[in-house]
Nanobody, 117 residues
């Protein structure tokens, strides 16, 4: 079992930046891949970014070039640096973990990001 604890998030004006962090604990093989999803009101949850233990990254087209995902394998943490934020980035952001790319089976509690215009 994996526990994921998020921090960061909040309210920011359009064009601003925010940083989300997530700490993982539990069986290390269950978080070979870590990532961030988001869900806006009335919309489906979407994958924002993911990163493997080896550092391979993948981003949604909507955030490519604006968001950067990174991880610290020693501390078992993952971060999402968000820049040039837009109102459409407003959502609840969830940390996620899984054994392989594009497969996540552990989730954090979610943190709200609100971007005002």
């Amino acid at each position: 079992q994996v526990q994921l604890v998020e921090s960061g998030g909040g309210l920011v004006q359009a064009g601003g930046s925010l940083r989300l962090s997530c700490a993982a604990s539990g069986s290390a093989s269950r978080f070979n891949v870590m990532g961030w999803y988001r869900q806006a009101p009335g919309k489906q949850r979407e994958l924002v970014a993911e990163i493997t233990r080896g550092g391979t990254t993948k981003y949604a087209d909507s955030v490519e070039g604006r968001f950067t995902i990174s991880r610290d394998n020693f501390r078992n943490t993952v971060a999402l640096q968000m820049t040039s934020l837009k109102p459409e980035d407003t959502a609840v952001y969830y940390c996620a973990a899984g054994p392989v790319l594009d497969y996540f089976d552990s989730w954090g509690q979610g943190t709200q990001v609100t971007v005002s215009s």
